[in-house]
């Protein structure tokens, strides 16, 4: 029998028998592959960071100086503005406040600061102003609509007329026909206060506004006898009161709707015209629906044996 020495060593696969083999030499194909990924690879994050670094630097220069990206590109010059309003003014108008400079390219533009120029008189609520290559500005303007007429005297002893509109603003008004502004009934009782764009603007303007679209659209021929309308009460006692030309003081109270205060009065006004022997003084519509105090004129013949005047109360 045969002995194994213990001291040399047994294998026990192929794998473990020594390869005196060098391994095999890659192809000129596998190399120009991997050669090709590898700057596949780097391209792409090139491409990445330059994109990113461009994007920052528009970023940066839209916030810091945005005029700076037009001023760099030839610009056409204006030869064209079109507008478009929910209101009364047009191309003219709107001409004449940008007031642009002969022949001024369109890239040339600060479109800011146009704007701003449309929006200071206070009729326009906003201006929107596009670029329309090669050569046309384009306006849209959203307009506010006066629902009163009010007097100022801005300097010196002239007294001119202005418009204020539902949101209380108060401006000078353009391109409004005779008969719109005629339509409109004045504002008293109020204190204007003027800033450095003209005035601030009133309070409360927006529930007059209700009153006088409730009463324009459902008593119109009512509507068309008021001539002012007086905040003087408002604050104090939530009242607003209108002189008209067939009663001297109507009186609505702000705690109820103005529709059925209206009907109150177009209800009170046909009574009085078949049964009263004087002209009305004053109604009273604040108090409620259950009385309404209506106050009459006194007869010429009755002026000297009374001063007061006579008051009647209307019930439902």
């Known amino acids: 029998m045969n ?3 213990p001291s040399t060593p047994t294998a026990r696969s192929w794998r473990d028998i020594p390869q005196q083999i060098a391994p095999q030499a890659m192809s000129k ?16 994050v090139v491409g990445v960071l330059a994109l990113a670094a461009g994007g920052f ?5 839209l916030k810091n ?11 056409e010059p204006l030869k064209k503005i079109t507008v478009e309003s929910n209101g009364v003014l047009g191309e003219t108008w709107v001409s004449d406040q940008l007031a642009l400079a002969e022949n001024v390219g369109l890239m040339d533009l600060d479109l800011y600061s146009l704007r701003a120029r449309l929006t200071k008189s206070g009729q326009v609520r906003a201006a929107v102003l596009t670029r329309e290559f090669p050569d046309t ?10 629902v009163v007429r009010v007097k100022a005297r801005l300097s010196g002893p002239d ?22 502004l005629s ?7 109020i204190r204007l206060v003027r800033s450095s764009e003209g005035f601030l603007p009133l309070n409360d303007l927006n529930v007059v506004a209700d009153l006088l679209l409730t009463a324009r659209g459902h008593a119109p021929d009512l509507f068309a006898t008021w001539r002012v309308i007086s905040l003087e009460r408002m604050d104090q006692d939530g009242e607003i009161v ?13 705690r109820e709707g103005f529709y059925s205060q209206i009907a109150r009065l177009d209800l009170i006004l046909a009574e009085t015209r078949s049964q009263a022997r004087a002209p009305l003084k004053s109604i009273n519509l604040a108090v409620g629906a259950s009385q309404v105090p209506v106050a009459l004129m006194q007869p010429v013949s009755n002026a000297a044996n009374s001063t007061a005047p006579t008051v009647r109360f209307l019930r439902n």
């Open 159 to 180: 007294v001119r007329d202005f418009l204020v509109a539902r949101d209380g603003t108060v401006f000078s008004g353009s391109g409004f026909s005779t008969q719109t």
């Open 57 to 61: 630097e528009i970023w940066r220069t």
């Open 183 to 189: 339509s409109l009934p004045w504002l008293g009782g």
């Open 29 to 44: 194909v596998g190399r120009r592959r991997v050669t090709y990924r590898t700057v596949r690879n780097i391209g792409i």
């Open 65 to 75: 100086d945005p005029q700076r990206l037009v001023t760099t590109t030839a610009s």
């Open 137 to 146: 500005l384009k306006v849209v303007l959203d307009e506010r609509s006066p």
């Open 242 to 254: 209108v002189q008209s030309s067939v009663v001297p003081k109507i009186i609505f109270g702000t």
């Open 3 to 5: 002995r194994i020495d």
